[in-house]
C-alpha cells in the first residue's frame, strides 16, 4: 500500500492552528502528521486520499491566511528512510522512558527503553496526546493488571504497559499497516504476548479490563464510550486522549451518562488526556 505525503506551509505559523489543522485532516483519513519548518508534512493512504475532499476543507479552514501544499507519492518500504529524513529523533518521557528508532544510536538508557520503527503508523511519543498517556501509564502500578490499548497505532503504549507488567495486554487499531507495525515493534520490545487485533470498538466482545487506553479523537471517543464501559471491569480505569481542553466538558458529560466519573486530566499544548473511573 503506498500512501501521499502531502506537505502544507501556512501562514501565520503557530502551533495551536497546525494541530487544529491536524485534528481535521484526521477525520478525512489522514494518519500521521511531523512538523516542519514552514508548517507540517501529513500522510494518507493513497486509497483513502482526496483531493477534491482535502481542497474543501482547507477553502473552509479560517483559521490561516494561506495555506499551501504539495502531494508526493510515498512507497511503502521507503516510510523509514522518510521518518530519518523528517527527524524523528529519540524522546524521552518523564525521565523515565525513552521511545528510540533501531537506527538510533548512542541514546541514554532510561528505566524503560522502547524501540519503534514507526513506519506509516501514528505514535513515537511525540505528539502531545502520546506523551500525555505515556505519562499516565508511568504513574500507574500496572502489575498484572489487564489492559486495552484502543487506536494502537505503533503499540507504544501497548509495549510500555506490559514493560510495566500488564498482563494480558490486547491492542486494536482500525488499519492494517498499524497492525503490521504494532507485531513488528512488539517483537523487537520483547514483549510479543501482546496480543494485537484489526477493528474498531464493534470487536469488542465479553472480554473485560482493568484499564482502557483510548488515544483516537473526540468523535470516535464520544461514539465509543459506552462501548468502553462495558468492557471494565467495576473499579477500572479508562484514559483517553486525542481532543483539545475545550472539549473536555463534552467528553465528561458522555463519560457521566455512561456511569464513569472523570477524576483528573494531564494537559500539553492545549491538548488533555483524562482519567475516568468506573466505580460501581
Keep these: 500500500m503506498n500512501y501521499r505525503e502531502i506537505t502544507f506551509n501556512y501562514t501565520p505559523l503557530d502551533g495551536y492552528i497546525s ?55 510515498v512507497k511503502q518500504e521507503n516510510w ?8 524523528f529523533e529519540p524522546i524521552i518521557i518523564d525521565d523515565e522512558c525513552v521511545v528510540k528508532s533501531s537506527f538510533h544510536l548512542d541514546v541514554p538508557d532510561c528505566k ?19 506523551s500525555l498517556m505515556m505519562s499516565w ?8 493488571k489487564s489492559l486495552l490499548d484502543m487506536g494502537c497505532g505503533t503499540a507504544v503504549l501497548a509495549i510500555l504497559a506490559a514493560k510495566k507488567g500488564a498482563n494480558p495486554v490486547t491492542a486494536i487499531d482500525i488499519d ?5 507495525n504494532s507485531l ?30 483510548a488515544n483516537i479523537n473526540r468523535n470516535i471517543l464520544l461514539e465509543d464510550i459506552s462501548t468502553y464501559k462495558k468492557c ?30 472523570l477524576t483528573d486530566y494531564k494537559e500539553k499544548n492545549n ?7 468506573y466505580k460501581d
Design 80 to 87: 523509514n528512510e522518510e521518518w530519518e529524513k523528517h527527524y
Design 176 to 180: 492494517a499497516w498499524c497492525i503490521e
Design 271 to 277: 491538548w488533555v488526556a483524562v482519567r475516568t473511573e
Design 137 to 144: 501509564l508511568l504513574s500507574l502500578d500496572l502489575k498484572d
Design 232 to 261: 471494565l471491569n467495576p473499579g477500572g480505569l479508562l484514559f483517553m486522549s486525542g481532543f483539545y481542553k475545550e472539549d473536555m466538558e463534552m467528553i465528561q458529560k458522555e463519560s457521566v451518562r455512561n456511569g464513569l466519573i
Design 19 to 73: 494541530d487544529l489543522l491536524a485534528s481535521y485532516l484526521g477525520e478525512i483519513g489522514f494518519e500521521s502528521f511531523q512538523e516542519s519548518e514552514d508548517g507540517f508534512v501529513a500522510w494518507i493512504p493513497e486509497e483513502v486520499f482526496d483531493e477534491a475532499l482535502l481542497k474543501n476543507l482547507l477553502t473552509n479552514f479560517p483559521y490561516a491566511d494561506d495555506i499551501n501544499y504539495r502531494v508526493e507519492i
Design 184 to 213: 513488528e515493534n512488539t517483537s523487537k520490545n520483547g514483549v510479543d504476548f501482546i496480543q494485537v487485533f484489526q477493528g474498531d470498538a464493534s470487536v469488542l466482545g465479553e472480554e473485560s479490563y482493568d484499564i482502557i487506553l
Design 112 to 130: 524503560f527503553n522502547i524501540i519503534i520503527d514507526p513506519k506509516m503508523s501514528f505514535g513515537t511519543g511525540h505528539h502531545e496526546t502520546t
